[in-house]
C-alpha cells in the first residue's frame, strides 16, 4: 500500500479513532516500512507534549481562577471591615442617644397624654415622635447594642481569618440597621422642618 494512505490514516490511528480494518492495515504498513514508523513516532512525540502543554495550560487557568476569587473575597472582607470600623462609634453614639432619649421621651409622653385628644392623635410629626419614644428607643437600644457586640464580634474573628457567614450577615445588618435609622432621623426632621 502507497504511503500516502497511510500518512493520511495515521492521525486517525495515533487517536485510536480509525476502524479495526484501517488499524490493522497500518500497523501492517508500520512493521514493513521504516519512513512510516519514524514519522509515526515523531507524531506520538507531538502528540505527547502537546497533551503535556494543554495541562499545564489547563492548570494555569485554574490557578489564575483561584488567585481571582481569593483577591475578590478578600477586597470585599477588607471593605467590610473599613465600614465596620467606620460604624462602631456610630453604634456608640446611638446607644449613647438612646438612653438619653428615655427620660426626654418619657417627658414628651407625659405632655401629649394631657393634651386633648385630637392633639394626642393629630396627624404629623408629633404622632410620629410619639410613637417612636414609645417604641422606637428600647427597639434602637437594642439594634445598637447588638450591632455593637455583632461588629466585635466579627472584627475579633476576621482577625483570626475565622469569619463565618453568620457573621457577616450580623455585621452587613447592623450597618443596614443603622442606614435605616439615619434616614428615619432624617425624615422625621424634614417634617418638623415643613410643619413650622
Avoid at 515523531?42 to 483561584?66: A, C, S
Avoid at 483570626?160 to 450580623?170: D, F, Q, Y
Amino acid at each position: 500500500m502507497k504511503c500516502e494512505v497511510i500518512r493520511d490514516l495515521m492521525p486517525l490511528y495515533l487517536d485510536e479513532c480509525c476502524s479495526e480494518g484501517s488499524r490493522e492495515l497500518v500497523e501492517e504498513h508500520l512493521k514493513e516500512c521504516d519512513s512510516c514508523r519514524k514519522m509515526a513516532e515523531q507524531m506520538r512525540k507531538e502528540l505527547i507534549v502537546g497533551t503535556e502543554e494543554k495541562q499545564e495550560n489547563l492548570r494555569e487557568e485554574e490557578l489564575l481562577q483561584t488567585g481571582k476569587e481569593v483577591i475578590r473575597t478578600e477586597i470585599r472582607e477588607d471593605y467590610l471591615e473599613h465600614i465596620i470600623w467606620m460604624d462602631i462609634p456610630l453604634n456608640i453614639l446611638l446607644t449613647i442617644f438612646s438612653i438619653g432619649t428615655f427620660s426626654e421621651w418619657d417627658a414628651v409622653n407625659n405632655i401629649a397624654y394631657s393634651l386633648e385628644p385630637y392633639n394626642r392623635m393629630s396627624w404629623g410629626p408629633e404622632l410620629l415622635m410619639n410613637m417612636y419614644g414609645c417604641v422606637g428607643t428600647p427597639f434602637m437600644l437594642g439594634m445598637a447594642l447588638y450591632g455593637i457586640i455583632g461588629e466585635i464580634w466579627y472584627l475579633l474573628n476576621a482577625r483570626k481569618k475565622r469569619e463565618t457567614a453568620i457573621l457577616t450577615c450580623v455585621a452587613i445588618q447592623s450597618v443596614l440597621f443603622k442606614a435605616t435609622m439615619f434616614i428615619t432621623f432624617a425624615l422625621v426632621g424634614i417634617c418638623l422642618i415643613f410643619e413650622q
